[in-house]
């Protein structure tokens, strides 16, 4: 249950918040001995899917009025337990640590006075749901003889996400959504050659890449409205975006 109190404002701001992540995998691996020049062939495939939901609940958003810290300076209210001067062997400063059973009395008493201040948007405008699947699959083969031999394939990823937002737009606010995919392929070749048995000689060349975490990835969108009625301009990320 965090519990926030500005000094500057006496502002005070309770709220919950919850995150929930889940992740499935499933994952193939199938190789073939052939024999000769064609030693092997080796194929596998993988799917993946990340789903978050993040629910933000504010429940009360205002000051202290009506209450017996009314009109009181930080000082005075009693919320302060104590002042840290110094940290890190005196090279930040920290600031005031607050009592928490006195802030928490101290909220419960505004809220008694003063009663919700918080609508329906305030409620939904920071709650996301996010979901991120991965569809993957290579195949290669090894091609050539003991001394000299290739090893060569490639592999396909298609990954797309799914995004649900709050978005505010006066009388038609809702749930939003974005969706994002897109695929790679990925080739690579690898050789070796052994001119004795007591050297080895490799060489490579392949490809890659390294989408965002999916942690880091975040969905939005934004909606104004410019002057002289000018009809609302909608604005939405376009980068792959989950939660």
Known sequence: MPIRVSSSRRVTIHDRWKQTDNRFAFKLDARYDVGGILDYVQAGAKW???????????????DLSGTPLDGLNMAESGLIDKSVESILRGEYYYGAVFDRQAVEAAIRAAEAAQGTT???????ADDKRGRETVWAGYMLGKFGSERFSVIAGARVEHLSTH????????????????DRSYTQVLPSVTATFRPSDRMVVRGALWTGYSPPEYGYLSAGQSITERDRGDQPRQSRPQACEIL
Not at 48 to 62: A, E, H, M, Q, V
Not at 118 to 124: E, I, P, S
């Open 163 to 178: 995004n649900e937002f709050w978005s505010e737009e006066g009388d038609d606010s809702g749930f939003g959504t974005t």
């Open 48 to 62: 993946l899917r990340s789903r978050r939901r993040y629910d933000y609940t504010l429940i009360f958003d205002g």
């Open 118 to 124: 918080v609508d329906t948007n305030d409620l939904l």
